[in-house]
């Protein structure tokens, strides 16, 4: 692959040339269909020269604003007393669930009931439990690249990042670990949008499929709540004062946000920082020279992937933001996927760069009372698997370019054939 081809999907030019031919009152960043192809870069990179606080007049996702620049989304991100999460109010994403189907979580949620519920969950990810669950993740991780073909092409986002992800949840929640498989599935159809030919084809489908996950994790909170509190996240859950008397749809949300959270960031990610390092090989001939360069790479890779492409609030006054009068009930779209590439704050944005001297200066997590909880988690994750990754192979390489998901909110990937050089 190209050095520093960053979207050889549809075609850098081709798609800078629609980005600056479309007038900017005709822009629709959020369309689904751009980060499929892997071509929503420069009309992000217009947004933040020429017009960073943009609104959008129709989608099909309704009106809403893009905040495209990294010092203005953080503005939004710290200030949850204008900007609200709140589900009642449409929640964290572009796309509106529909009024009778808006499930409270503690992540859309603003203060104080968010802060309770967010501090009975927390502990899963303290310092000790960190420390408890790192050897547990390194052993799997190494099956797992054990049992890896070599020399012949196979799916990473299957093999690796999929099971990886998904055995750390299963263990999270203390959920069967052979019918793990069944968070994967869930995960991915929470956040699909659906359409004919996707994952699900109707709202309907995918209510049956939540459904389904909600008497799934009924159960286990039943058997959990007649036991002494444990240390898995159903427990946590079920027996938190702030948490033990939730809604179950509530609780279907508080779920779904743990899955996906503990699930897509991650596994984008694995699957993100291998198909950089095929981009930009340079990168990878240093790492192979210094395994120590691991500890800044893994927030690069965060950076460089931004595994969730958006957060969205909901204005609930008027509000001045970068010379744009923002108005109550207004839709207000955070990019961190822009942010993230924003060049007056990160030096040479678009690529990757393993040594950066500020590795952590990103957005992937969010700031404010909203930032990611498993953030340590998920940079141990990542660090383990390269850990165990370099003390196996030379290269791996990148056959293809990657099939992504069709979703302006998980910036992720369906398929990415790779081969092991043996």
């Known amino acids: 692959m190209a050095d520093g081809a960053i979207m050889p999907a549809e075609g850098l030019e081709e798609a800078r040339a629609r980005a600056y031919a479309t007038p900017l009152e005709d822009f629709h960043p959020g369309d689904p269909d751009l980060f499929r192809t892997n071509s929503h870069w420069p009309w992000f990179e217009r947004l933040r020269k020429e017009d960073p606080v943009h609104y959008c007049r129709d989608s ?18 710290t200030n949850h007393e204008v900007f609200s999460s709140e589900a009642a109010l449409g929640g ?33 990810v303290s310092p000790h439990n960190l420390q408890a669950m790192e050897p547990i993740i390194r052993e799997r991780a190494a099956k797992i690249l054990d049992e890896l073909p070599v020399g012949e092409p196979f799916d990473w986002v299957d093999k690796v990042s999929i099971e990886l992800t998904t ?32 994952l699900v084809e109707s709202e309907e489908a995918r209510q049956a499929e939540l459904m389904e996950c909600l008497a799934y994790f009924t159960r286990l909170w ?15 859950l079920a027996h938190g004062e702030a948490t033990r008397d939730m809604s179950p749809d509530e609780y279907l949300g508080n779920v779904i946000l743990l899955i996906v959270g503990g699930n897509d960031t991650t596994r984008n990610s694995i699957s993100g ?29 965060i950076r460089w992937q931004t595994p969730l492409a958006h ?24 990019w961190y996927v822009s942010g993230n590439r924003d060049e007056t704050m990160i030096e040479d944005p678009d690529r990757l760069i393993i040594d950066r001297e500020r590795p952590r200066q990103h957005l992937s997590f ?4 909203h930032r990611c909880v498993g953030n340590r988690l998920a940079e141990m994750q990542l660090r383990i698997v390269w850990e165990e990754i370099l003390k196996r192979w030379e290269r791996i ?26």
């Open 273 to 301: 920082g291998l198909y950089a390092l095929n981009l930009f090989p340079q990168e990878y001939d240093k790492l192979r020279a210094d395994h120590g360069l691991i500890a800044s790479m893994v927030p690069e890779i």
């Open 222 to 236: 039943n058997e959990r709540v007649n036991e002494p509190p444990r240390t898995d996240l159903i427990s946590m």
């Open 167 to 198: 055995q750390m949840l299963a263990t999270l929640f203390d959920f069967p670990f052979e019918e793990r498989r069944k968070l994967t599935r869930w995960s991915d159809v929470a956040i699909t949008i659906p359409a004919p030919g996707q």
């Open 60 to 77: 099909e996702f309704g009106p809403y604003w893009s905040v495209t620049r990294f010092n203005d989304i953080m503005a939004v991100d």
């Open 311 to 334: 957060m969205r609030r909901t204005a609930l006054q008027d509000v001045e933001l970068a010379g744009k009068t923002i108005r109550k009930g207004d839709k207000v779209v955070m």
């Open 366 to 369: 969010g700031f404010g009372i």
């Open 92 to 124: 964290i994403t572009i796309r509106d669930a529909r009024p009778d189907l808006r499930r409270p979580s503690f992540i859309a949620m603003d203060p104080p009931k968010h802060d309770v519920q967010r501090k009975t969950v927390s502990p899963i």
């Open 397 to 422: 390489e990148v056959l293809e370019e990657p099939r992504r998901v069709r979703s302006s909110f998980v910036k992720g990937y369906e398929q990415m054939l790779v081969r092991i050089a043996g």
